[in-house]
């Protein structure tokens, strides 16, 4: 007789734990899925779903974007008025975060700095006659992704206002994104009071000047091996932008110096951006977009190339899906807010800035920024265990971008739509918390999940396509 | 002496880092110099200094260069793989001191900690077993579905699909195999062997399996099918698949067929697989006539214990035949003496099972012995029970049928329900016998004899009882060891004989005889 007790079985079990102990207990192996319904529990998506496990026409494809994302290097290559380099903006469009919505349905700080773009632009002296142009369609609104550009928060951003400019270094795709105006009241968060008016045409002129010289006289600055270098000094360039203004600041103010311009134009430059430890976020953030459009439009793709937020609603773009958004209501953020604020307070979660999250920063390099893991309510070690919980739904890691509390090891990056299904694990979001009511301002900041129906919609619209 | 550079674009990584890269590469076995740097002017200075590289390295200040020397191009092809993984780091492994393993939350994730993985075995609500049973199969690996509840549309998908990839499908609703000697789902540990079994019935293989292993022989692979797997819709898919891995598995001399009647055009197709595959087939088509099933290599059994008898002759190279020899053991003067002290009243059998194969094995017995019975999901519908509660006449129940458990634990696993039935029937003033089974083995209850006997001693009240007759299913390696689990039965005061054909045949034998009158 054989001893065929000697052979081995390997099982993954799926359902009753027992099953994994006898299997284990009388010489098998199994491991154990921590297993619970697909897609929330919706049986059709589960079953869709199945049907694009390992499936060769979507690893293919996912391949191919995610190596388009990996080797993009995005050039931060000048200062541009918006209305001129903007594709397709026209002078009478004012962009805003998140996937597209109507101007009357927009949340408060949404609405605010729609009215502040209107007041700079000088199309009218106060918000009736704004609305106004809103209504007759004389003055129309897009979403910032829609024209190649992101911007933070309520992401406004009007012909007249300076936008960076940046392009990937083998002449591919340009990207772009409004100036960061510090804290306080500021029109992402919806303020649109004279001061607020008065520090964006500082910015326009002065600061514009400075800035769009110094880049020019730099040559253009690669924004990844700046990111790749703050990650090892505590930022995770969404969240927390400190080291990465600084490292900026560095390359900047001897080409600031030379330019010529007036001593204390520069010298007022310089204190802004020193002012600012968010200076960077908006640079980061035209940095992730420009990796992400160049894995943007791969037949077949299951890569979400943007998660953005109107304050309204939460909407994904996916690789293989074209420029059709996978939308539902915007979550609440339950963070930490700032003294006599709560959750009644806050907007529903805004802005273009998970984009840092799509690419593999933010919420995903966490650990890389353990100053901010107090803020938003956790310790170091949640941190490391929240950028490792993101492997599993990723498409792989990006190289370029490496954490030392993680060994060392690269940033999960490329969030396939399948695997969030799958394995019912969310894409953490790093983000701050607006008030509801247009110029409060910022009043708390946390840690969101980016909500399930998106990706199940897009897992259906991936579906459709016959598998092959 | 070989150097080989390597470029990664656009990869940064710190000075100290890349040290220690550095000199950990200088250490592999055969390797001279090697270097891992930011390809700054600088830095290419040096390494054209120290003659590692010529001046027209095609490197950007943002790309990482690898350079190594080594003694022949195998140790620096190894050097510089091992340069790369160390570059990309190792998994996003926790830093020293976390440990926080994440469990696998899907099949993928599972694959990736046990790569050699060869089954998924699925037990999750039947809503979403198809859909976890699709994944597996893509992902190129047999599946056991253990789940109920699977359309029979999905479970024929299910088997396409895998006789695409030449994958096994066990199951919808298989409640146990035994593969390479390990138990899965609901199994009993039995010796290794190399009987082969390939079952569309969950007890029919335990009991097969058990009855092999108590005969001396053992078991190569048992596998199983789900029960409708031999219906028209179906086509025994998994049983023809089972029976060719069996017949190409060397270990396997003897391979066990057991199903209930399969459909006509299907047992036809399955007959003509078996009686090709070039070794002796076993089979019980419960309750169908061996004349028709009779074939070159096919031996046709009809009951569990025959199949498992006839298994172990052909294993032992006996081809001379047995019939089936039942022998329960008792001698006429035994079973007076059981039947004497019951009430005139008492002449009904009332079978009460937690197996449904052992439950369709003693209706189709007693029917021969003792005419039709009644039952919940009967031989034929004229004896189906008006109310599945109350039984009347002979009536052979399966209480793990739907019908019961709808809402309840099987009575497997908890023994309630067939607690409370037990004592109704004892109380019927008709109830001659209370016929019984007891499956022991991984995934039942760990003491079910126990449950039964503490039943039997509720009932026991008085000189009028019935007779309690019954067997163990299951092994002396059972976590709950068979030859303990019969004592606790007799000491109840229970008849326990050897399994289910022989405790069916002495329950028809008293109940002809009270029939004929003490």
């Known amino acids: 007789m054989t001893d065929n007790a000697q052979q081995s079985l390997s099982v993954i079990n799926v359902g009753l734990a027992s099953f994994a102990d006898t299997i284990n207990e009388t010489g098998g192996t199994a491991v154990h899925v921590d297993w619970r319904p697909p897609a929330g529990g919706d049986v059709n998506v589960a079953r869709a779903l199945a049907g694009l496990v390992n499936n060769e026409r979507i690893d293919s494809a996912n391949r191919t974007a995610f190596e388009n994302y990996l080797t993009a290097q995005p050039i931060l290559k000048g200062i541009g008025r918006a209305g001129d380099v903007i594709p397709g903006m026209g002078e009478r469009m004012i962009l805003h975060s998140g996937p597209p919505i109507n101007w009357d349905n927009v949340c408060g700080p949404v609405y605010g700095a729609i009215i502040g773009a209107i007041l700079f632009e000088g199309w009218a002296d106060n918000e009736n006659t704004g609305k106004e142009l809103l209504r007759s369609g004389e003055v129309t609104i897009a979403p910032c992704h829609h024209h190649a550009t992101v911007g933070p928060m309520a992401g406004i951003t009007s012909p007249s206002m300076p936008v960076w400019m940046v392009s990937d270094a083998d002449g591919g795709n340009q990207a772009f994104t409004n100036l960061n105006e510090g804290l306080g009241k500021v029109l992402r968060f919806g303020a649109n009071s004279p001061e607020v008016i008065e520090r964006l045409r500082w910015m326009q002129d002065t600061l514009a000047n400075v800035l769009g010289a110094a880049?020019?006289?730099?040559?253009?600055?690669?924004?990844?091996?700046?990111?790749?270098?703050?990650?090892?000094?505590?930022?995770?360039?969404?969240?927390?932008?400190?080291?990465?203004?600084?490292?900026?600041?560095?390359?900047?103010?001897?080409h600031a110096l030379r330019t010529g311009l007036p001593a204390d134009d520069v010298a007022q430059a310089i204190e802004f951006i020193s002012g600012n430890d968010h200076f960077f976020l908006n640079v980061s953030m035209a940095a992730c977009k420009s990796m992400l459009d160049a894995a943007h439009n791969v037949p077949n793709s299951s890569m979400v190339t943007a998660m953005a937020r109107n304050g309204v609603e939460f909407g994904i773009r996916v690789s293989g899906c074209g420029d059709q958004w996978f939308t539902t209501l915007a979550p609440v953020v339950d963070g930490l807010y700032f003294p006599s604020y709560s959750i009644d307070d806050a907007a529903p979660d805004l802005g273009d800035s998970a984009i840092t999250e799509t690419a593999g920063?933010?919420?995903?390099?966490?650990?890389?920024?353990?100053?901010?893991?107090?803020?938003?309510?956790?310790?170091?070690?949640?941190?490391?265990?929240?950028?490792?919980?993101?492997?599993?739904?990723?498409?792989?890691?990006?190289?370029?971008?490496?954490?030392?509390?993680?060994?060392?090891?690269?940033?999960?990056?490329?969030?396939?739509?399948?695997?969030?299904?799958?394995?019912?694990?969310?894409?953490?979001?790093?983000?701050?918390?607006?008030?509801?009511?247009?110029?409060?301002?910022?009043?708390?900041?946390?840690?969101?999940?980016?909500?399930?129906?998106?990706?199940?919609?897009?897992?259906?619209?991936?579906?459709?396509?016959?598998?092959? | 002496m070989q150097t080989e550079t390597k470029i990664l674009p656009n990869v940064y990584r710190?000075?100290?880092?890349?040290?220690?890269?550095?000199?950990?590469?200088?250490?592999?076995?055969?390797?001279?110099?090697?270097?891992?740097?930011?390809?700054?002017?600088?830095?290419?200075?040096?390494?054209?200094?120290?003659?590692?590289?010529?001046?027209?390295?095609?490197?950007?200040?943002?790309?990482?260069?690898?350079?190594?020397?080594?003694?022949?191009?195998?140790?620096?092809?190894?050097?510089?793989?091992?340069?790369?993984?160390?570059?990309?780091?190792?998994?996003?492994?926790?830093?020293?001191?976390?440990?926080?393993?994440?469990?696998?939350?899907?099949?993928?994730?599972?694959?990736?900690?046990?790569?050699?993985?060869?089954?998924?075995?699925?037990?999750?609500?039947?809503?979403?077993?198809?859909?976890?049973?699709?994944?597996?199969?893509?992902?190129?690996?047999?599946?056991?579905?253990?789940?109920?509840?699977?359309?029979?549309?999905?479970?024929?998908?299910?088997?396409?699909?895998?006789?695409?990839?030449?994958?096994?499908?066990m199951g919808p609703d298989c409640g146990t195999a035994i593969m390479n000697g390990i138990p899965l789902g609901f199994a009993n540990v039995v010796s290794p062997g190399d009987i082969g079994i390939v079952a569309a019935s969950g007890t029919g293989l335990q009991q097969v399996s058990c009855l092999v292993d108590s005969l001396g022989c053992g078991i190569s692979q048992a596998l199983g099918t789900g029960g409708r797997d031999l219906s028209a819709q179906v086509g025994g898919r998994s049983m023809i698949k089972g029976l060719n891995i069996l017949a190409n598995d060397e270990t396997t001399a003897v391979i066990v067929l057991i199903s209930k009647p399969p459909a006509q055009e299907v047992a036809e197709n399955v007959l003509t697989v078996a009686a090709a595959c070039g070794k002796p087939v076993v089979v019980n088509f419960l309750g169908a006539e061996p004349d028709v099933m009779r074939r070159e290599n096919i031996y046709p059994a009809e009951t569990l214990e025959h199949a498992a008898h006839l298994a172990v002759e052909l294993s032992k190279g006996n081809k001379a035949l047995l019939n089936d020899l039942s022998r329960y053991g008792l001698g006429e003067p035994e079973i007076n003496e059981l039947i004497s002290p019951l009430s005139d009243s008492r002449k009904f059998v009332r079978g009460l099972y937690s197996g449904g194969t052992f439950s369709y094995e003693a209706m189709l017995l007693l029917e021969y012995e003792i005419g039709p019975v009644n039952s919940a999901s009967p031989l034929s519908p004229e004896h189906k029970l008006k109310d599945i509660w109350s039984s009347t006449g002979n009536t052979v129940l399966d209480l793990g049928d739907d019908n019961f458990t709808r809402g309840r634990p099987h009575p497997m696993i908890d023994h309630r329900l067939r607690h409370d039935r037990i004592l109704q029937e004892a109380e019927d003033p008709e109830t001659a016998v209370i016929l019984f089974d007891v499956v022991a083995g991984y995934g039942s209850h760990p003491d079910p004899a126990g449950e039964m006997a503490a039943s039997i001693s509720a009932a026991v009240n008085g000189s009028y009882n019935p007779i309690f007759v019954g067997f163990v299913c299951g092994t002396d390696a059972d976590p709950q060891n068979r030859s303990d689990q019969e004592r606790k039965l007799r000491d109840a005061g229970a008849v326990v004989v050897s399994n289910n054909a022989q405790a069916v045949r002495l329950t028809g034998d008293i109940i002809a005889k009270l029939g004929d009158g003490k």
């Open chain 1, 361 to 468: 920063l933010g919420g995903f390099a966490m650990a890389a920024a353990p100053a901010i893991v107090q803020f938003v309510g956790g310790t170091p070690a949640d941190a490391i265990r929240r950028s490792r919980e993101m492997q599993p739904i990723t498409i792989g890691r990006n190289t370029a971008f490496t954490i030392p509390a993680l060994d060392f090891g690269a940033t999960a990056a490329g969030i396939d739509v399948r695997k969030v299904v799958d394995t019912g694990i969310q894409p953490i979001i790093n983000t701050g918390i607006a008030h509801k009511d247009a110029g409060v301002g910022q009043i708390g900041a946390g840690i969101t999940r980016a909500p399930m129906a998106c990706f199940t919609q897009a897992l259906m619209k991936l579906s459709e396509t016959p598998t092959g």
């Open chain 1, 215 to 254: 880049i020019s006289s730099s040559g253009g600055i690669d924004i990844k091996t700046i990111m790749a270098q703050a990650l090892y000094m505590g930022d995770e360039v969404h969240n927390r932008n400190a080291a990465s203004t600084g490292l900026l600041l560095k390359q900047l103010v001897p």
């Open chain 2, 14 to 169: 710190d000075s100290v880092s890349l040290m220690q890269i550095s000199s950990k590469l200088c250490s592999l076995p055969g390797i001279i110099q090697a270097s891992a740097i930011m390809a700054t002017e600088a830095n290419i200075d040096l390494l054209v200094e120290a003659g590692l590289i010529e001046i027209t390295v095609p490197a950007q200040p943002n790309d990482l260069l690898i350079t190594i020397q080594g003694d022949n191009s195998k140790s620096v092809e190894a050097a510089l793989g091992e340069a790369e993984a160390s570059i990309e780091g190792e998994k996003l492994t926790p830093a020293s001191g976390e440990e926080d393993a994440f469990a696998p939350r899907n099949i993928e994730m599972a694959l990736d900690e046990l790569p050699d993985a060869q089954l998924v075995l699925i037990s999750c609500p039947g809503d979403y077993a198809g859909a976890e049973a699709e994944k597996a199969l893509r992902l190129g690996l047999d599946v056991m579905i253990f789940s109920d509840n699977v359309s029979i549309e999905d479970e024929v998908a299910l088997k396409k699909l895998a006789a695409d990839s030449d994958r096994l499908v």
